[in-house]
Protein backbone atom coordinates (compact mmCIF):
# COMPACT_ATOMS: atom_id res chain seq x y z
CA UNK A 1 0.00 0.00 0.00
CA UNK A 2 1.52 3.36 -0.69
CA UNK A 3 2.63 5.58 2.07
CA UNK A 4 1.08 8.74 0.51
CA UNK A 5 -2.77 9.43 1.12
CA UNK A 6 -4.88 8.78 -2.31
CA UNK A 7 -7.74 10.24 -2.94
CA UNK A 8 -10.63 9.09 -1.41
CA UNK A 9 -13.87 7.87 -3.13
CA UNK A 10 -14.41 7.41 -6.65
CA UNK A 11 -11.71 9.88 -7.47
CA UNK A 12 -9.46 7.19 -5.38
CA UNK A 13 -10.77 4.54 -7.37
CA UNK A 14 -10.60 6.16 -10.96
CA UNK A 15 -6.94 7.27 -10.11
CA UNK A 16 -6.17 3.58 -9.17
CA UNK A 17 -7.76 1.93 -12.13
CA UNK A 18 -6.05 4.94 -13.88
CA UNK A 19 -2.70 3.43 -12.15
CA UNK A 20 -3.02 -0.01 -13.30
CA UNK A 21 -3.73 0.74 -16.80
CA UNK A 22 -0.38 2.55 -16.80
CA UNK A 23 1.38 -0.39 -14.98
CA UNK A 24 -0.46 -2.82 -17.26
CA UNK A 25 0.18 -1.02 -20.41
CA UNK A 26 3.99 -0.51 -19.78
CA UNK A 27 4.23 -4.03 -18.94
CA UNK A 28 2.69 -5.09 -22.37
CA UNK A 29 5.29 -3.11 -24.26
CA UNK A 30 7.38 -4.54 -22.47
CA UNK A 31 6.72 -8.16 -22.96
CA UNK A 32 6.99 -7.24 -26.89
CA UNK A 33 10.02 -5.72 -26.66
CA UNK A 34 11.69 -8.91 -24.58
CA UNK A 35 10.42 -10.90 -27.25
CA UNK A 36 11.67 -8.85 -29.83
CA UNK A 37 15.00 -8.50 -28.17
CA UNK A 38 15.40 -12.65 -27.87
CA UNK A 39 14.07 -13.60 -31.84
CA UNK A 40 17.21 -12.24 -33.53
CA UNK A 41 19.19 -14.96 -31.19
CA UNK A 42 16.76 -17.57 -30.64
CA UNK A 43 14.03 -17.03 -33.82
CA UNK A 44 10.39 -16.81 -33.05
CA UNK A 45 9.05 -20.38 -32.79
CA UNK A 46 11.75 -21.58 -29.80
CA UNK A 47 10.96 -17.56 -28.29
CA UNK A 48 7.52 -18.01 -28.34
CA UNK A 49 7.30 -22.07 -27.31
CA UNK A 50 6.95 -21.34 -24.24
CA UNK A 51 6.52 -17.83 -23.54
CA UNK A 52 3.02 -17.66 -22.83
CA UNK A 53 3.21 -20.38 -19.83
CA UNK A 54 6.22 -18.38 -18.25
CA UNK A 55 3.83 -15.41 -18.35
CA UNK A 56 1.51 -17.27 -16.83
CA UNK A 57 3.53 -18.79 -14.02
CA UNK A 58 4.62 -15.10 -13.31
CA UNK A 59 0.94 -14.07 -12.50
CA UNK A 60 -0.03 -16.90 -10.36
CA UNK A 61 3.41 -16.07 -8.52
CA UNK A 62 2.62 -12.48 -8.02
CA UNK A 63 -1.64 -13.10 -6.78
CA UNK A 64 -0.42 -16.09 -4.60
CA UNK A 65 2.54 -14.74 -3.17
CA UNK A 66 2.32 -15.54 1.10
CA UNK A 67 4.65 -12.54 1.87
CA UNK A 68 2.88 -8.99 1.81
CA UNK A 69 5.47 -6.41 0.04
CA UNK A 70 4.69 -2.81 0.46
CA UNK A 71 4.44 -1.00 -2.60
CA UNK A 72 7.84 1.22 -2.02
CA UNK A 73 10.17 -2.58 -1.62
CA UNK A 74 8.34 -3.58 -4.60
CA UNK A 75 8.98 -0.21 -6.88
CA UNK A 76 12.63 -0.75 -5.53
CA UNK A 77 12.58 -4.15 -6.86
CA UNK A 78 11.49 -3.29 -9.98
CA UNK A 79 14.04 -0.47 -10.70
CA UNK A 80 16.43 -3.30 -9.78
CA UNK A 81 15.38 -5.68 -12.62
CA UNK A 82 14.19 -3.24 -15.18
CA UNK A 83 17.90 -1.60 -15.16
CA UNK A 84 19.34 -5.37 -15.13
CA UNK A 85 17.17 -6.35 -17.49
CA UNK A 86 18.67 -5.15 -21.14
CA UNK A 87 22.13 -6.83 -20.10
CA UNK A 88 20.70 -10.01 -18.58
CA UNK A 89 18.62 -10.34 -21.46
CA UNK A 90 20.83 -10.04 -24.04
CA UNK A 91 23.81 -12.36 -22.05
CA UNK A 92 21.55 -14.60 -20.73
CA UNK A 93 20.14 -15.17 -24.42
CA UNK A 94 23.63 -15.81 -25.61
CA UNK A 95 25.38 -18.23 -23.14
CA UNK A 96 22.34 -20.02 -23.42
CA UNK A 97 22.00 -20.40 -27.21
CA UNK A 98 25.57 -21.79 -26.86
CA UNK A 99 24.27 -24.64 -25.10
CA UNK A 100 22.40 -26.08 -28.65
CA UNK A 101 19.07 -26.34 -27.04
CA UNK A 102 16.42 -24.33 -29.11
CA UNK A 103 13.82 -25.53 -26.60
CA UNK A 104 15.88 -25.41 -23.06
CA UNK A 105 17.64 -22.07 -23.74
CA UNK A 106 14.72 -20.02 -23.85
CA UNK A 107 13.10 -21.53 -20.84
CA UNK A 108 16.15 -20.82 -18.91
CA UNK A 109 15.94 -17.17 -20.24
CA UNK A 110 12.22 -16.91 -19.27
CA UNK A 111 12.51 -17.90 -15.81
CA UNK A 112 15.65 -15.93 -15.14
CA UNK A 113 14.76 -12.60 -16.48
CA UNK A 114 10.97 -12.60 -18.01
CA UNK A 115 9.26 -14.25 -15.09
CA UNK A 116 10.73 -11.68 -12.16
CA UNK A 117 10.06 -8.71 -14.23
CA UNK A 118 6.10 -9.71 -14.87
CA UNK A 119 5.94 -11.09 -11.46
CA UNK A 120 6.85 -7.91 -10.03
CA UNK A 121 4.97 -5.57 -12.47
CA UNK A 122 1.52 -7.55 -11.53
CA UNK A 123 2.33 -7.50 -7.93
CA UNK A 124 2.47 -3.94 -7.81
CA UNK A 125 -0.84 -3.87 -10.27
CA UNK A 126 -2.40 -6.80 -7.79
CA UNK A 127 -1.16 -3.99 -4.69
CA UNK A 128 -2.32 -0.67 -5.93
CA UNK A 129 -6.80 -1.73 -6.07
CA UNK A 130 -9.68 -0.03 -5.29
CA UNK A 131 -11.20 -2.30 -2.57
CA UNK A 132 -8.14 -2.00 -0.22
CA UNK A 133 -10.43 -2.01 2.69
CA UNK A 134 -12.79 -4.70 1.60
CA UNK A 135 -12.68 -8.11 4.09
CA UNK A 136 -10.12 -10.47 3.47
CA UNK A 137 -12.47 -12.64 1.59
CA UNK A 138 -13.39 -10.24 -0.90
CA UNK A 139 -10.06 -9.66 -1.60
CA UNK A 140 -8.96 -13.22 -2.30
CA UNK A 141 -11.59 -13.18 -4.68
CA UNK A 142 -10.31 -9.67 -5.58
CA UNK A 143 -7.25 -10.83 -6.59
CA UNK A 144 -8.04 -14.13 -8.23
CA UNK A 145 -10.37 -12.22 -10.63
CA UNK A 146 -7.37 -8.83 -11.05
CA UNK A 147 -4.84 -11.81 -11.71
CA UNK A 148 -7.11 -12.95 -14.64
CA UNK A 149 -7.29 -9.55 -15.58
CA UNK A 150 -3.55 -8.48 -15.57
CA UNK A 151 -2.83 -11.89 -17.85
CA UNK A 152 -5.34 -11.00 -19.99
CA UNK A 153 -4.05 -7.55 -20.46
CA UNK A 154 -0.83 -8.73 -20.85
CA UNK A 155 -1.68 -10.57 -24.01
CA UNK A 156 -2.54 -7.17 -25.33
CA UNK A 157 1.37 -7.34 -26.40
CA UNK A 158 0.26 -8.31 -29.59
CA UNK A 159 -1.98 -5.14 -29.99
CA UNK A 160 2.01 -3.25 -30.03
CA UNK A 161 2.84 -4.88 -33.57
CA UNK A 162 0.43 -2.47 -34.90
CA UNK A 163 2.93 0.38 -33.80
CA UNK A 164 5.72 -1.73 -34.16
CA UNK A 165 7.08 0.90 -37.63
CA UNK A 166 6.93 3.46 -34.51
CA UNK A 167 9.23 1.74 -32.30
CA UNK A 168 11.79 0.76 -35.29
CA UNK A 169 14.21 3.01 -33.92
CA UNK A 170 13.27 2.07 -30.12
CA UNK A 171 16.32 -0.14 -28.66
CA UNK A 172 14.79 -2.59 -26.39
CA UNK A 173 17.63 -1.22 -23.97
CA UNK A 174 15.43 2.00 -24.08
CA UNK A 175 12.21 0.42 -22.99
CA UNK A 176 13.55 -1.20 -20.03
CA UNK A 177 15.85 1.66 -18.82
CA UNK A 178 13.23 3.93 -19.51
CA UNK A 179 10.27 2.22 -17.49
CA UNK A 180 12.93 1.52 -14.54
CA UNK A 181 13.38 5.27 -14.10
CA UNK A 182 9.52 5.97 -13.94
CA UNK A 183 9.90 3.45 -11.61
CA UNK A 184 12.79 5.09 -9.64
CA UNK A 185 11.13 8.32 -9.63
CA UNK A 186 7.78 6.63 -8.43
CA UNK A 187 9.68 5.01 -5.56
CA UNK A 188 10.90 8.42 -4.51
CA UNK A 189 8.27 10.05 -4.58
CA UNK A 190 6.47 7.71 -2.43
CA UNK A 191 9.77 6.82 -0.28
CA UNK A 192 8.54 7.26 3.43
CA UNK A 193 9.40 10.46 5.23
CA UNK A 194 8.06 11.17 8.64
CA UNK A 195 4.48 10.24 9.35
CA UNK A 196 1.63 12.08 9.47
CA UNK A 197 0.16 10.30 11.91
CA UNK A 198 2.78 10.43 14.37
CA UNK A 199 2.43 13.69 16.65
CA UNK A 200 5.84 15.76 17.19
CA UNK A 201 6.83 15.28 20.32
CA UNK A 202 8.71 18.42 20.94
CA UNK A 203 8.76 22.01 18.51
CA UNK A 204 12.11 21.25 17.29
CA UNK A 205 13.40 22.35 13.65
CA UNK A 206 11.74 20.85 10.85
CA UNK A 207 12.59 17.55 8.92
CA UNK A 208 14.71 18.95 5.81
CA UNK A 209 12.90 15.40 4.16
CA UNK A 210 10.52 17.71 2.06
CA UNK A 211 13.62 19.30 1.19
CA UNK A 212 15.63 16.48 0.18
CA UNK A 213 12.89 14.16 -2.19
CA UNK A 214 12.96 16.99 -4.81
CA UNK A 215 16.30 16.99 -4.69
CA UNK A 216 16.74 13.13 -4.80
CA UNK A 217 14.74 13.40 -8.28
CA UNK A 218 16.18 16.26 -9.81
CA UNK A 219 19.90 14.36 -9.07
CA UNK A 220 18.86 10.69 -9.93
CA UNK A 221 17.17 12.62 -13.61
CA UNK A 222 20.51 14.66 -14.15
CA UNK A 223 22.69 10.95 -13.56
CA UNK A 224 20.40 8.89 -14.94
CA UNK A 225 19.90 9.15 -18.26
CA UNK A 226 24.00 9.85 -19.35
CA UNK A 227 24.35 6.81 -17.22
CA UNK A 228 22.29 4.59 -19.60
CA UNK A 229 25.06 3.87 -22.29
CA UNK A 230 26.81 1.79 -19.39
CA UNK A 231 23.60 -0.37 -18.95
CA UNK A 232 22.24 -1.15 -22.30
CA UNK A 233 23.48 -4.71 -24.10
CA UNK A 234 25.77 -4.75 -26.57
CA UNK A 235 23.23 -4.71 -29.42
CA UNK A 236 24.08 -2.38 -32.33
CA UNK A 237 21.51 0.80 -32.78
CA UNK A 238 19.14 -0.16 -35.36
CA UNK A 239 19.83 1.50 -38.26
CA UNK A 240 23.08 1.70 -37.90
CA UNK A 241 24.64 5.08 -39.12
CA UNK A 242 27.77 3.50 -40.06
CA UNK A 243 29.64 -0.08 -40.98
CA UNK A 244 30.29 -2.02 -37.72
CA UNK A 245 33.20 -3.81 -37.51
CA UNK A 246 33.99 -6.36 -34.79
CA UNK A 247 36.89 -5.58 -32.73
CA UNK A 248 37.78 -9.48 -32.25
CA UNK A 249 36.82 -11.35 -35.09
CA UNK A 250 36.70 -10.66 -38.62
CA UNK A 251 33.02 -9.70 -39.12
CA UNK A 252 31.57 -6.41 -40.40
CA UNK A 253 27.71 -5.38 -40.14
CA UNK A 254 27.25 -3.06 -43.38
CA UNK A 255 23.50 -2.77 -42.34
CA UNK A 256 21.22 -3.48 -39.11
CA UNK A 257 17.35 -2.50 -39.17
CA UNK A 258 13.81 -3.30 -37.12
CA UNK A 259 11.17 -3.51 -40.38
CA UNK A 260 7.92 -5.56 -40.83
CA UNK A 261 9.54 -8.88 -40.78
CA UNK A 262 12.08 -8.62 -37.76
CA UNK A 263 15.68 -7.82 -37.71
CA UNK A 264 17.40 -6.77 -41.69
CA UNK A 265 21.01 -7.37 -40.99
CA UNK A 266 23.67 -7.62 -43.88
CA UNK A 267 26.44 -8.97 -42.57
CA UNK A 268 30.10 -10.11 -43.41
CA UNK A 269 32.79 -12.91 -42.34
CA UNK A 270 36.38 -11.04 -43.94
CA UNK A 271 39.16 -13.57 -44.99
CA UNK A 272 41.76 -14.67 -41.94
CA UNK A 273 44.84 -13.30 -42.62
CA UNK A 274 46.51 -16.00 -43.92
CA UNK A 275 44.06 -16.68 -46.41
CA UNK A 276 45.47 -16.00 -50.16
CA UNK A 277 42.44 -16.66 -52.32
CA UNK A 278 40.81 -19.69 -53.94
CA UNK A 279 37.60 -22.39 -52.36
CA UNK A 280 38.57 -23.69 -48.95
CA UNK A 281 35.94 -25.01 -46.80
CA UNK A 282 35.79 -22.39 -44.07
CA UNK A 283 32.51 -19.95 -43.70
CA UNK A 284 34.41 -16.34 -44.40
CA UNK A 285 34.27 -13.93 -48.02
CA UNK A 286 30.85 -14.05 -47.69
CA UNK A 287 27.89 -11.60 -47.58
CA UNK A 288 24.91 -12.94 -46.37
CA UNK A 289 21.09 -11.29 -45.61
CA UNK A 290 19.85 -12.14 -42.19
CA UNK A 291 16.01 -11.56 -41.42
CA UNK A 292 16.38 -12.44 -37.43
CA UNK A 293 17.69 -15.92 -37.21
CA UNK A 294 17.45 -16.81 -40.39
CA UNK A 295 19.83 -16.42 -43.62
CA UNK A 296 17.39 -15.29 -46.73
CA UNK A 297 20.26 -15.65 -49.37
CA UNK A 298 24.37 -14.74 -49.59
CA UNK A 299 26.90 -14.50 -52.22
CA UNK A 300 30.91 -15.18 -51.95
CA UNK A 301 32.64 -12.40 -52.12
CA UNK A 302 36.62 -11.32 -52.26
CA UNK A 303 39.02 -14.21 -53.20
CA UNK A 304 35.90 -16.49 -53.31
CA UNK A 305 34.80 -14.89 -56.23
CA UNK A 306 34.93 -16.39 -59.51
CA UNK A 307 33.56 -16.73 -63.13
CA UNK A 308 33.57 -18.78 -66.16
CA UNK A 309 36.26 -17.67 -68.57
CA UNK A 310 37.11 -15.18 -66.09
CA UNK A 311 34.49 -12.17 -67.27
CA UNK A 312 33.81 -9.57 -64.94
CA UNK A 313 31.59 -10.14 -62.08
CA UNK A 314 28.10 -8.62 -61.06
CA UNK A 315 29.17 -5.75 -58.44
CA UNK A 316 26.78 -4.14 -55.54
CA UNK A 317 25.54 -0.44 -55.70
CA UNK A 318 29.42 0.86 -54.68
CA UNK A 319 31.13 -1.24 -56.79
CA UNK A 320 32.21 -4.20 -54.77
CA UNK A 321 32.68 -7.53 -57.09
CA UNK A 322 29.80 -10.08 -56.21
CA UNK A 323 30.77 -13.97 -56.69
CA UNK A 324 27.86 -16.63 -56.80
CA UNK A 325 24.93 -17.69 -54.38
CA UNK A 326 26.08 -19.55 -51.70
CA UNK A 327 22.99 -21.70 -51.83
CA UNK A 328 22.05 -23.34 -54.72
CA UNK A 329 18.06 -23.96 -54.59
CA UNK A 330 17.73 -19.64 -56.06
CA UNK A 331 19.73 -21.05 -59.07
CA UNK A 332 17.23 -24.04 -58.71
CA UNK A 333 14.51 -21.52 -59.69
CA UNK A 334 16.17 -20.41 -62.92
CA UNK A 335 15.12 -24.01 -64.44
CA UNK A 336 11.86 -22.42 -64.98
CA UNK A 337 13.73 -20.62 -68.24
CA UNK A 338 14.41 -24.49 -69.53
CA UNK A 339 10.72 -25.67 -69.89
CA UNK A 340 10.33 -26.93 -73.61
CA UNK A 341 6.52 -28.16 -73.24
CA UNK A 342 4.40 -25.35 -73.84
CA UNK A 343 4.25 -22.97 -76.89
CA UNK A 344 6.24 -19.87 -75.47
CA UNK A 345 9.07 -22.31 -75.03
CA UNK A 346 12.02 -19.59 -75.24
CA UNK A 347 9.71 -17.11 -75.63
CA UNK A 348 9.15 -15.88 -72.07
CA UNK A 349 9.40 -12.31 -71.31
CA UNK A 350 7.80 -11.49 -68.17
CA UNK A 351 8.53 -12.68 -64.45
CA UNK A 352 6.77 -12.35 -61.17
CA UNK A 353 9.12 -12.92 -57.55
CA UNK A 354 7.37 -13.43 -54.63
CA UNK A 355 9.43 -13.70 -51.75
CA UNK A 356 12.79 -11.19 -52.62
CA UNK A 357 15.57 -12.29 -50.38
CA UNK A 358 19.23 -11.24 -51.56
CA UNK A 359 17.51 -11.36 -55.22
CA UNK A 360 19.36 -13.92 -56.68
CA UNK A 361 16.37 -15.24 -59.17
CA UNK A 362 15.28 -11.61 -59.39
CA UNK A 363 18.52 -10.46 -60.77
CA UNK A 364 19.13 -13.56 -62.97
CA UNK A 365 15.96 -13.30 -64.76
CA UNK A 366 16.65 -9.46 -65.25
CA UNK A 367 19.82 -10.13 -66.82
CA UNK A 368 17.87 -12.80 -69.24
CA UNK A 369 15.69 -10.26 -70.56
CA UNK A 370 12.87 -10.65 -68.47
CA UNK A 371 10.70 -8.00 -67.79
CA UNK A 372 10.03 -8.80 -63.39
CA UNK A 373 8.17 -7.55 -61.46
CA UNK A 374 8.46 -8.60 -57.53
CA UNK A 375 6.15 -8.59 -54.66
CA UNK A 376 8.15 -8.52 -51.37
CA UNK A 377 6.50 -7.71 -47.42
CA UNK A 378 9.37 -6.45 -45.99
CA UNK A 379 10.98 -3.29 -47.64
CA UNK A 380 14.11 -3.05 -45.89
CA UNK A 381 14.53 -7.07 -47.31
CA UNK A 382 14.47 -4.96 -50.90
CA UNK A 383 16.67 -2.21 -49.65
CA UNK A 384 19.10 -4.47 -48.49
CA UNK A 385 19.15 -6.75 -51.63
CA UNK A 386 19.67 -3.50 -53.72
CA UNK A 387 22.05 -1.97 -51.83
CA UNK A 388 24.20 -5.15 -50.79
CA UNK A 389 23.40 -7.92 -53.28
CA UNK A 390 23.48 -6.37 -56.86
CA UNK A 391 19.46 -6.07 -57.81
CA UNK A 392 18.67 -3.60 -59.79
CA UNK A 393 16.50 -0.91 -59.14
CA UNK A 394 12.96 -1.85 -60.24
CA UNK A 395 10.55 0.57 -60.99
CA UNK A 396 6.78 1.38 -58.93
CA UNK A 397 4.85 -0.46 -61.55
CA UNK A 398 7.08 -3.54 -60.88
CA UNK A 399 7.51 -3.40 -57.43
CA UNK A 400 4.80 -3.74 -54.78
CA UNK A 401 5.93 -4.04 -50.74
CA UNK A 402 2.99 -6.01 -49.37
CA UNK A 403 1.69 -9.12 -48.65
CA UNK A 404 1.41 -11.30 -51.24
CA UNK A 405 -1.68 -12.51 -50.46
CA UNK A 406 -3.01 -9.46 -50.78
CA UNK A 407 -1.75 -8.24 -53.71
CA UNK A 408 -2.83 -11.65 -55.52
CA UNK A 409 -6.13 -11.07 -54.67
CA UNK A 410 -6.65 -7.36 -55.94
CA UNK A 411 -4.34 -8.25 -58.94
CA UNK A 412 -7.08 -11.20 -59.57
CA UNK A 413 -10.13 -8.95 -58.90
CA UNK A 414 -8.59 -5.96 -61.09
CA UNK A 415 -8.34 -8.35 -64.03
CA UNK A 416 -11.55 -10.08 -63.55
CA UNK A 417 -12.83 -6.16 -63.99
CA UNK A 418 -11.51 -5.90 -66.91
CA UNK A 419 -8.12 -3.87 -66.19
CA UNK A 420 -5.91 -5.09 -68.77
CA UNK A 421 -2.87 -6.29 -66.79
CA UNK A 422 -0.15 -8.54 -68.68
CA UNK A 423 -0.13 -12.20 -67.53
CA UNK A 424 3.61 -13.87 -66.28
CA UNK A 425 5.48 -16.08 -67.81
CA UNK A 426 7.27 -17.77 -64.52
CA UNK A 427 6.23 -17.08 -61.47
CA UNK A 428 9.02 -18.38 -58.37
CA UNK A 429 7.45 -18.31 -55.09
CA UNK A 430 10.06 -17.77 -52.27
CA UNK A 431 9.05 -16.75 -48.81
CA UNK A 432 10.88 -19.17 -46.46
CA UNK A 433 11.89 -17.52 -43.44
CA UNK A 434 12.32 -18.11 -39.62
CA UNK A 435 11.92 -21.95 -39.77
CA UNK A 436 8.83 -22.01 -41.98
CA UNK A 437 6.52 -20.16 -44.04
CA UNK A 438 3.03 -17.73 -44.10
CA UNK A 439 0.75 -20.19 -44.57
CA UNK A 440 -2.15 -18.53 -45.51
CA UNK A 441 0.01 -18.09 -48.95
CA UNK A 442 -0.34 -21.99 -49.77
CA UNK A 443 -3.66 -22.41 -49.89
CA UNK A 444 -5.78 -23.47 -52.73
CA UNK A 445 -7.50 -19.97 -52.40
CA UNK A 446 -4.40 -18.36 -53.12
CA UNK A 447 -3.02 -20.50 -56.01
CA UNK A 448 -6.17 -19.73 -57.42
CA UNK A 449 -5.85 -16.24 -57.09
CA UNK A 450 -2.19 -16.58 -58.12
CA UNK A 451 -3.52 -18.62 -61.58
CA UNK A 452 -5.12 -15.51 -62.89
CA UNK A 453 -1.99 -13.70 -63.15
CA UNK A 454 0.19 -16.53 -64.63
CA UNK A 455 -0.07 -16.82 -68.45
CA UNK A 456 -1.86 -20.12 -69.50
CA UNK A 457 1.14 -21.96 -70.61
CA UNK A 458 3.50 -19.96 -67.96
CA UNK A 459 5.31 -22.12 -65.21
CA UNK A 460 4.40 -21.71 -61.40
CA UNK A 461 8.30 -22.00 -59.51
CA UNK A 462 7.48 -22.97 -55.16
CA UNK A 463 10.50 -23.52 -52.97
CA UNK A 464 9.92 -25.02 -49.65
CA UNK A 465 12.18 -26.18 -46.70
CA UNK A 466 11.11 -29.53 -45.18
CA UNK A 467 11.65 -32.75 -45.24
CA UNK A 468 10.76 -35.11 -47.73
CA UNK A 469 8.49 -37.50 -46.32
CA UNK A 470 6.69 -35.33 -43.51
CA UNK A 471 3.00 -34.04 -43.52
CA UNK A 472 4.09 -30.57 -44.38
CA UNK A 473 5.58 -31.56 -47.62
CA UNK A 474 2.54 -33.61 -47.75
CA UNK A 475 0.14 -30.63 -47.35
CA UNK A 476 2.53 -28.72 -49.78
CA UNK A 477 2.47 -31.13 -53.05
CA UNK A 478 -1.00 -32.30 -52.88
CA UNK A 479 -2.77 -28.86 -52.32
CA UNK A 480 -0.17 -27.55 -55.20
CA UNK A 481 -1.28 -31.22 -57.42
CA UNK A 482 -4.67 -30.42 -56.79
CA UNK A 483 -4.77 -26.68 -58.48
CA UNK A 484 -2.24 -27.37 -60.92
CA UNK A 485 -2.29 -30.00 -63.67
CA UNK A 486 0.90 -30.96 -63.65
CA UNK A 487 4.25 -30.84 -60.96
CA UNK A 488 7.32 -31.93 -60.65
CA UNK A 489 9.73 -31.44 -57.98
CA UNK A 490 13.81 -31.08 -57.81
CA UNK A 491 16.12 -30.75 -54.83
CA UNK A 492 19.40 -28.48 -54.59
CA UNK A 493 21.34 -31.10 -52.24
CA UNK A 494 24.95 -31.20 -53.19
CA UNK A 495 25.36 -34.79 -53.25
CA UNK A 496 22.55 -37.68 -53.13
CA UNK A 497 19.94 -38.57 -50.90
CA UNK A 498 19.82 -41.42 -49.13
CA UNK A 499 16.50 -43.24 -48.42
CA UNK A 500 17.00 -43.36 -44.50
CA UNK A 501 17.32 -39.28 -44.72
CA UNK A 502 13.74 -38.75 -46.18
CA UNK A 503 12.06 -38.48 -42.71
CA UNK A 504 15.32 -36.67 -41.03
CA UNK A 505 17.32 -34.23 -43.28
CA UNK A 506 15.51 -30.23 -44.03
CA UNK A 507 16.23 -29.73 -47.45
CA UNK A 508 14.99 -26.85 -50.56
CA UNK A 509 12.28 -28.90 -52.54
CA UNK A 510 11.55 -26.46 -55.37
CA UNK A 511 8.25 -27.44 -57.47
CA UNK A 512 7.78 -26.52 -60.77
CA UNK A 513 3.83 -26.62 -61.50
CA UNK A 514 1.81 -25.92 -64.85
CA UNK A 515 -1.74 -25.38 -66.41
CA UNK A 516 -0.48 -27.31 -69.52
CA UNK A 517 -0.64 -31.70 -69.31
CA UNK A 518 3.30 -31.90 -69.67
CA UNK A 519 5.98 -30.41 -68.14
CA UNK A 520 9.53 -31.10 -69.54
CA UNK A 521 12.93 -29.27 -69.95
CA UNK A 522 15.73 -28.65 -72.42
CA UNK A 523 19.33 -29.21 -71.59
CA UNK A 524 20.93 -26.06 -70.60
CA UNK A 525 23.19 -23.68 -72.74
CA UNK A 526 26.47 -21.82 -71.91
CA UNK A 527 24.16 -18.78 -72.24
CA UNK A 528 21.91 -20.37 -69.29
CA UNK A 529 24.90 -20.18 -66.80
CA UNK A 530 25.44 -16.56 -66.75
CA UNK A 531 29.24 -16.83 -66.60
CA UNK A 532 28.37 -18.66 -63.22
CA UNK A 533 29.95 -22.10 -61.78
CA UNK A 534 27.45 -22.09 -59.55
CA UNK A 535 24.52 -22.16 -62.46
CA UNK A 536 26.58 -24.53 -64.41
CA UNK A 537 26.90 -26.86 -61.91
CA UNK A 538 22.97 -27.03 -60.80
CA UNK A 539 21.48 -26.35 -63.97
CA UNK A 540 23.60 -29.09 -66.08
CA UNK A 541 22.79 -31.82 -63.49
CA UNK A 542 18.92 -30.81 -63.04
CA UNK A 543 17.74 -34.53 -64.44
CA UNK A 544 19.62 -35.86 -61.50
CA UNK A 545 17.60 -33.81 -58.79
CA UNK A 546 14.51 -35.12 -59.94
CA UNK A 547 12.47 -36.93 -57.13
CA UNK A 548 9.44 -38.87 -57.36
CA UNK A 549 6.45 -36.71 -56.58
CA UNK A 550 4.88 -39.61 -55.15
CA UNK A 551 7.20 -39.53 -52.44
CA UNK A 552 6.11 -36.22 -51.31
CA UNK A 553 2.73 -36.55 -51.88
CA UNK A 554 1.57 -40.50 -50.50
CA UNK A 555 -2.37 -41.55 -51.04
CA UNK A 556 -4.63 -38.19 -51.87
CA UNK A 557 -6.41 -37.15 -48.91
CA UNK A 558 -8.77 -34.45 -49.16
CA UNK A 559 -7.61 -33.56 -45.37
CA UNK A 560 -4.07 -32.82 -47.31
CA UNK A 561 -6.06 -29.83 -49.30
CA UNK A 562 -4.39 -26.62 -47.95
CA UNK A 563 -7.57 -24.14 -47.69
CA UNK A 564 -8.38 -21.08 -45.58
CA UNK A 565 -10.90 -23.03 -43.58
CA UNK A 566 -8.58 -26.12 -43.28
CA UNK A 567 -4.66 -24.98 -42.44
CA UNK A 568 -3.43 -27.14 -40.39
CA UNK A 569 0.54 -25.95 -41.47
CA UNK A 570 1.67 -23.85 -39.36
CA UNK A 571 1.16 -26.05 -36.42
CA UNK A 572 3.10 -28.75 -38.22
CA UNK A 573 5.86 -26.60 -38.74
CA UNK A 574 6.39 -25.45 -35.05
CA UNK A 575 9.19 -28.14 -34.37
CA UNK A 576 10.47 -27.83 -37.97
CA UNK A 577 11.33 -24.27 -36.55
CA UNK A 578 13.36 -25.92 -33.72
CA UNK A 579 15.01 -27.99 -36.41
CA UNK A 580 15.10 -25.03 -38.38
CA UNK A 581 17.25 -23.31 -35.61
CA UNK A 582 19.86 -25.96 -34.56
CA UNK A 583 20.62 -25.89 -38.77
CA UNK A 584 21.06 -22.15 -38.79
CA UNK A 585 23.76 -22.33 -36.33
CA UNK A 586 25.95 -25.00 -37.54
CA UNK A 587 25.99 -22.82 -40.88
CA UNK A 588 27.48 -19.92 -39.38
CA UNK A 589 29.40 -19.64 -35.57
CA UNK A 590 27.52 -18.33 -32.93
CA UNK A 591 29.08 -15.01 -33.27
CA UNK A 592 27.12 -13.83 -36.06
CA UNK A 593 23.99 -14.62 -34.60
CA UNK A 594 25.17 -12.40 -31.60
CA UNK A 595 26.00 -9.54 -33.55
CA UNK A 596 23.28 -7.50 -35.14
Known amino acids: MLPLSWPGGALGVAFRLGVNCVILS ?18 SGPTTYTLNIAVLLAVVLAAAQPVKMSTTNTLLCGVLLFTAAPLS ?8 ARWGRAIVGPIAVHCAVLVPLVANQATLALDINPLQSAPSKKLVGYRSVAALVVYAAIYG ?37 RSASKPRKTKKKKSPFPYMRPLMLLGFNILWWPAQRFLGSPVLPHPLDKPYLHPTFPMIIHSSVQSTTGLIVV ?13 DSEMHSLRYLRASHSLLGGVWMGGKVATLDDVPPQVDSFGTPLGDSIYGT ?34 AFNRHGLDTTIVEIDPAVYDAARLYF ?7 TNLFLEDARTWAANRRAAIDAGT ?43 NFAGMIKSDASRLISQTLEASFSVCRVFHDSQGGIKEEEYKTELMNLVFFCTLQRQLTFRNARRSDYLDSYLREHILSSLPRRELPLELLTGPLEAKFILTDS ?15 WSLMRQVLPDIFWETY
Not at 26 to 43: G, N, Q, W
Not at 330 to 358: D, H, K, Y
Request: with cysteine.
Open 89 to 96: TYWGAVYT
Open 390 to 396: GLPEHPS
Open 157 to 193: SSSWFAVDSRLDHVSESRVFLTWAAVLANAWMITFPG
Open 26 to 43: ALSLVLFIYERSLVPIYA
Open 330 to 363: FVLQEAARLVNSTARAGQFERALIIGLGAGISAT
Open 420 to 462: PHPLFDVVVHDCFSGGGVPQHIFTVEFWNDLKATLHPEGVLVV
Open 566 to 580: HNPLGKLQNSLGHYH
Open 267 to 279: GEALPPKSYEGGP
